[in-house]
């Protein structure tokens, strides 16, 4: 039972590029979540999607692009990477929204140089 | 929106001293409230989940207890160890999570 993963796990990368997140779910939750984590901030909503091919902005959408093609992948995309995208970036999944926990993924710790 | 706050930020503790976490968040519209715990480099483990029609939540040496009305919930844990030593996060779900900013335990041996 793999769980929720994430990939990479490290990258580094520099400013202007564009940088793809991935996030993989086994066990077909409906909604799928990316967080970012800052000293300072704590962790804070990027986007999430509650099914395959329906996603919403959280509170920090600026910059990055989700899909969600296939229900249990939920790729986050910065378009174009800034010093300011320098993060931990979590990506976490339920069954549903007001009922059951998320369970989070281990990260990736992500610098734009 | 919903603004949640944990006191302390920080907490250094013998082995075997209980240990009293706080949250306190805006909005009492709410669907639960979920304590997490976060080890260095690491990503989230959920620990308890309180529904909003419940007052508190226990597992094993953890208690957790939730008062809407006055936007406060409590996480305790009895019996520290060292292997408790890490970083606590609250959540509260109003549709989306909204964290707080952690309180980070060390308990001494």
């Known amino acids: 039972d793999a769980g929720i993963t994430q990939s990479p796990r490290y990258k580094i990368t520099e400013t202007g590029r564009q940088v793809t997140l991935m996030c993989h779910q086994t066990?077909?939750?409906?909604?799928m979540f990316w967080y970012r984590q800052d000293l300072g901030h704590g962790l804070r909503l990027i986007y999430y999607?509650?099914?395959?091919?329906?996603?919403d902005k959280g509170e920090v959408p600026d910059g990055y692009v989700v899909s969600r093609s296939k229900t249990e992948n939920f790729p986050l995309t910065l378009e174009s990477a800034t010093r300011s995208q320098t993060s931990v970036y979590f990506c976490?999944?339920?069954?549903?929204?007001?009922?059951?926990?998320?369970?989070f993924g281990p990260g990736t710790r992500l610098t734009v140089l | 929106k919903q603004e949640v706050t944990q006191i302390p930020a920080a907490l250094s503790v013998p082995e075997g001293e209980n240990l009293v976490l706080n949250c306190s968040f805006t909005?009492?519209?709410?669907?639960?409230l979920q304590w997490f715990r976060q080890d260095p480099g690491k990503g989230l483990t959920s620990l308890l989940l309180i529904q909003s029609s419940q007052r508190e939540q226990t597992s094993g040496r953890l208690n957790a207890s939730l008062d809407k009305s006055s936007g406060r919930s409590t996480l305790y844990i009895a019996a520290s160890q060292p292997g408790d030593s890490a970083t606590y996060l609250c959540?509260?779900?109003?549709?989306?999570?909204?964290f707080g900013a952690g309180t980070t335990v060390t308990v001494r041996a």
């Open positions: 909005d009492s519209a709410i669907y639960n």
């Open positions: 999607s509650a099914a395959a091919d329906i996603t």
């Open positions: 976490a999944s339920s069954r549903e929204v007001g009922t059951d926990t998320q369970y």
């Open positions: 066990w077909s939750h409906s909604y």
């Open positions: 959540a509260v779900n109003d549709y989306k999570l909204s």
